[in-house]
């Protein structure tokens, strides 16, 4: 099945940047820089160019008015979601000076899950994505490093952590205190599902190994 990839503005990690023959490829705004320097022809251009600087000439763009309700990237992702992509990756979309735009691309993940979708956001040696009801994300036991998940909204119950350092069974994670944050792989496969609720989780990410993969509790 074909991917999608959506290109952001802020500082790119591109290992896992790779689109094969059938993926779908989005430039949001001054994305379309960093698909230059990669030599990657994006199918759709999408934003309102305030941080390109101009509208680049391209015969698939849409061009957007600077005072609306949608982030670029959000627009970018919407237009995946409308040509059923099931899976949507997210680059440039983390740090920069737009803290704001960091927590609204995260933001995003949940939006993408709840509207039956996952989306990965990658960063410079991490990634994101979200889980929620009945969602289970499985590492492959090859993955080192930090491991946090944080609760998206109301009350996630039925979280569970196995192979990592710090183990949940059945515990409940809250939007005001950050239980979840600052866990790490251990060697051994590992697992994080949630019975119900949204959770946004991260991980030290490594290109070389296999992304997770999501089941079912």
């Not at 309102?48 to 949608?70: A, Q, R, T």
């Not at 994101?128 to 491991?147: E, K, P, V």
């Not at 994670?173 to 991260?202: K, M």
Request: aromatic fraction near 10%; charge should be negative.
């Amino acid at each position: 099945m074909s991917d999608c990839y959506i290109v952001c503005a802020a500082a790119m990690s591109a290992g896992r940047f790779t689109p094969r023959g059938g993926d779908y490829i989005i430039a949001a705004d001054a994305g379309v820089k960093h698909l230059e320097r990669l030599g990657a022809r994006p199918d759709l251009i999408v934003g309102d160019f305030d941080s390109l600087g101009h509208v680049p000439v391209f015969p698939n763009i849409e061009v957007c008015p600077v005072e609306k309700d949608d982030t670029d990237s959000m627009i970018a992702l919407k237009h995946a979601l409308t040509l059923g992509f099931g899976r949507i990756f997210l680059f440039g979309a983390l740090g920069g000076r737009r803290l704001d735009h960091t927590l609204a691309n995260i933001q995003a993940l949940a939006y993408a899950r709840a509207h039956g979708a996952e989306c990965f956001l990658f960063g410079e040696g991490c990634a994101l994505t979200a889980i929620s009801d009945g969602d289970a994300l499985r590492f492959d036991g090859r993955y080192s490093g930090d491991f946090s998940a944080f609760c998206h909204g109301p009350d996630a119950s039925g979280v569970t952590e196995r192979g990592l350092y710090y183990s949940l069974d059945g515990a409940e994670l809250t939007s005001f205190f950050p239980l979840g944050v600052s866990n790490s792989f251990t060697g051994a496969p590992a697992e994080i599902s949630v019975r119900r609720g949204t959770l946004i989780v991260y991980w030290r990410d490594n290109p070389d190994l296999p992304l997770p993969e999501r089941g079912s509790v």
